[in-house]
């Protein structure tokens, strides 16, 4: 079978014909009909992750077909028995497990929830981790609810949209940022109120006069910009941060944390049963992830590519039947 497998800092990513993997006595083979990347692919291939091995496969994001159905996989391995945290063995699938940017894929049952009916292959392999990470974020952890007034950052990446959805369809008046004004006018078109570009000085200032604050943040950026989320908090607000793709926060200000009551939450991923209400949410409210683009798996250099530089707005797929 075709396969996308990591191999080095400095030779990535290569597409080469490898025997089926192995089954077990609770390991199917499943024929794998579309995947999805997410910025842990890149960050692998930039040698930015932890525990990274040569010649494994990666993808997180995948839908499989078994008896005529299509089934979305979760890619959390061995969440354990606390429904508050992970254990420590839990991994994402794609590293070090075998991924999905292969034809085929091991994999046990429980890891495969029921594609809804509303959903194409496409758009269901645009969903699992990105709607995992937000879902688990804005309803466990920051505790959601339709009177929130809602900010989420960068709104051009997977889980930022996959938050949109979920807080528009909670109810909730959301506000985005972005890079590009194109992003943020298509966020408009989602059910955002209006939002703000983060390379402008002084955006934070501007957002917060437009919005008039926000009780939930949901980011994944960190930094430096970070200490402006605290600015634009209203008192008691919850800021969700499930990514740091801007590095440490040197500069926060611990008297604005705690004169406005700020609680500053920290998630990643979540366990089965957040998959499970979270595929449910997605079919009763009929939300459509939103796909960016579609390739064959032999152009995963472009679509790699597309995500390093942040052109796109929502999941890059791949069709494997192409
Ligand atoms: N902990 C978890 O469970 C988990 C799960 C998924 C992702 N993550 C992490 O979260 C981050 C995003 O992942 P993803 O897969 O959603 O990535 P993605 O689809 O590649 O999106 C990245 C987005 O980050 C935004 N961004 C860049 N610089 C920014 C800044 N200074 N301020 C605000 N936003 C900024 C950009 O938004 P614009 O294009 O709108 O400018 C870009 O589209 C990555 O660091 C990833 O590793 C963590």
Redesign the pocket.
Known sequence: MKALQYHSKEKPLILDDLPDPPTSSDRILYEVLASA????D??ICQGL?PGIQPKVTLGSDGVVKHNGQHYMINPGLDWGSDPHLPSDSYT?LGMPADGTFAEKIALSQEQLFQTPGHLSVFEAAALP??G??AYR?LFIRCQLQASDRVCV?????????TALQFAVATGCEVW?????IN??KKAVTLGAAGGQL??EDQWHKKLLKDSGGFDVII???A?D?FSHLIAMANKGARIGI?????GNISNLSPQRIFWKHLTIF?????NASDFRNMVDFVDQNRIVPVVDSIFKLSDFETAFQR?RM???????VFDHKK
Do not use: C, P
């Open positions: 990347l997410n910025h842990r890149v960050w992750y994402i981790l990105a995992l990470t974020l950052t960068g709104i051009g990446g997977g889980v930022a949209l985005v940022t972005s890079s590009s992003k943020i983060y390379t980011d994944s950026a930094g910009g499930y990514g740091g793709s801007k920290g998630s990643s991923m979540g995500m942040g052109e796109q707005f929502g999941k890059i």
